[in-house]
């Protein structure tokens, strides 16, 4: 019965990085599309090192948002 509801355990926990994993993704997809097509908030930059300057700021916001909502072991494991 233990290892039953471990292995329930186990599994939400996945699901729920795998959730928060594909979020993340999302959000990225979304920002390279915005910096390509220069819309939202890239539509300002006329030069493209800025746009993709301002696409680096936001992929690393982006990164820490994922890496608060995500436990810590999941982080050291995705980072090697």
């Given at each position: 019965?233990?290892?039953?509801?471990?292995?329930?355990?186990?599994?939400?926990k996945?699901?729920?990085?795998?959730?928060?994993?594909?979020?993340?993704?999302?959000?990225?997809?979304?920002?390279y599309?915005?910096?390509?097509?220069?819309?939202?908030?890239?539509?300002?930059?006329?030069?493209?090192?800025?746009?993709?300057?301002?696409?680096?700021?936001?992929?690393?916001?982006?990164?820490?948002?994922?890496?608060?909502?995500?436990?810590?072991?999941?982080?050291?494991?995705?980072?090697?």
């Amino acid at each position: 019965l233990v290892a039953v509801a471990a292995a329930f355990a186990g599994y939400a926990k996945y699901r729920d990085r795998a959730h928060e994993l594909q979020r993340t993704a999302d959000a990225l997809e979304r920002e390279y599309e915005s910096v390509e097509l220069r819309v939202g908030r890239y539509r300002r930059f006329d030069d493209e090192r800025e746009a993709y300057a301002e696409f680096a700021d936001a992929v690393d916001a982006l990164r820490a948002e994922q890496a608060r909502r995500l436990p810590t072991a999941v982080i050291d494991t995705l980072g090697q």
